[in-house]
Structure formats: C-alpha cells, structure tokens
C-alpha cells in the first residue's frame, strides 16, 4: 500500500448505527486531518492530530469522534448520525516540521450515506 | 479573517485550449502558503503546489503554470493544451505558516474539457 488509504469506500448507515471510518498513511508523517465535504460546500477541516495529539477540533458534533492509536492510522467513530452528515469524508497527512505543516496528501474518501 | 475566492464555479472548454482557474485570497499574516489541489471525479485531492508568501516567481510544470501576484493577493492557475484527463474540480487554498488547523479551503472551480 502506498499514499494514504481510507477504508471503507462507501457506507450507508441508519441514524441509530455506529460505524468508524479508518485511515491509514504509508509516508511516514507526522499529522493527520479530518475533512468533511458536501455537496457545493467548501472542504470543511474537522480534527488535526499532530504527534497522536488532538490540536483541532473546529466545533463538530459530539456523534463524531476521532482517535489516533498511532501516527500511521486513524479513525472517525460515528454514531446517532443525521442525514446531513452524508457527505465525502476526506483523510489528509502531512509533515509537520517545526511549526511549520507541508502539503497535505489526501485518501480517496469514504462517501457516507446516512438514511 | 483569512478567505479563498475562487470565482469561477464552472468552466468548460475543448480540448486543446488553453484555461486559467483563479484564485484570489485575503489573508493578514505576513507569512503563508498557498497551495492547489485536484479532485478528479474518484474523489482523492491530488496535490499539485505549494507556494511559500516570500517566493513570488512563478512556476512551470509541464503544461501547468502558476501566476503568483501578491500586489493582486491572486495565486492563478493556468493549463496549456488541455486534455480531457484534465477534466476535475481544483482547489485553492491558504494556510498560515504554522497552523495545520488554519488551511482554508476554496470552493473549488469544476473544469471540464471536451473533446
């Protein structure tokens, strides 16, 4: 496996359901993002973890929640979802070097349909 | 506030002419960068620059160009000869120089090539 990986590529789950998306890099970076997109709505950031920590939360939903066991993977635990939250979820890394943090390099989405 | 404009929603050509995408921003600091991104119809962002606020000369990568003008706060992207693989939604986006959670994110500009 190269770049970044997302897993799974499509999920339709019930608003009672709890699911978790999982990310994983292979480019040996040290930062890992969240993205939510929607349909004709700008990529929105959700959480930015930097060394395993949590240093962003930009005001999600509790019915989100992010973990970062490892540098290399990540994951979005979702339960009580609501239709709005259908939309591309988006994993991002990138390299952090002294405060300053590169390109980020992007997975191909989880696209979640929520009913 | 930092904000990334990207006026154009949609755009279509056909193939062989020459686009330009642009991307105009605001921002207060000093110190950022700018960077496009490429969302072919499979979902995953594909990096394709990254400009640092000090470097104002522009860039030539193949049939891709970048006009950075700070007096203007414009960062346009331009493809030569385009052909149909170009075909995508492209991304501008800003961030400060150290703030992973700062990118902030165009709206995207859908360009499509015809044959």
């Known amino acids: 496996e190269t770049g970044v990986t997302q897993t799974p590529r499509h999920l339709v789950m019930g608003m009672t359901n709890k699911k978790s998306l999982k990310c994983e890099q292979h480019?040996?970076?040290?930062?890992m993002y969240w993205y939510k997109q929607s349909a004709k709505k700008p990529l929105e950031l959700m959480f930015v973890?930097?060394?395993?920590?949590?240093?962003e939360n930009n005001s999600v939903p509790s019915r989100f929640s992010p973990e970062c066991p490892n540098s290399s993977h990540l994951f979005l635990h979702l339960h009580t979802l609501q239709p709005e939250d259908s939309a591309l979820y988006l994993c991002?890394?990138?390299?952090?070097?002294?405060?300053?943090?590169?390109?980020?390099?992007f997975g191909p989405g989880t696209r979640l349909t929520v009913l | 506030a930092q904000k990334v404009t990207q006026a154009q929603t949609e755009i279509s050509v056909v193939e062989k002419e020459d686009v330009t995408l642009d991307c105009v921003y605001e921002?207060?600091?000093?110190?950022?960068?700018l960077f496009w991104y490429k969302q072919p119809p499979s979902g995953e962002l594909v990096f394709l620059i990254r400009?640092?606020?000090?470097?104002?000369q522009n860039e030539i990568s193949g049939r891709y160009s970048w006009n950075f003008q700070k007096s203007t706060s414009s960062f346009n992207f331009t493809i030569t000869a385009s052909q149909v693989v170009d075909s995508a939604v492209y991304f501008c986006?800003?961030?400060?120089?150290?703030?992973?959670?700062?990118?902030?994110f165009g709206s995207g500009t859908r360009l499509s090539i015809r044959p």
């Open positions: 991002a890394s990138s390299q952090e070097r002294g405060g300053s943090y590169n390109e980020q390099f």
């Open positions: 480019l040996g970076h040290n930062a």
């Open positions: 973890y930097s060394l395993e920590e949590r240093v």
């Open positions: 921002t207060r600091d000093t110190t950022y960068y």
């Open positions: 400009r640092n606020s000090f470097d104002e």
């Open positions: 986006a800003l961030t400060r120089y150290s703030s992973a959670s700062k990118i902030i």
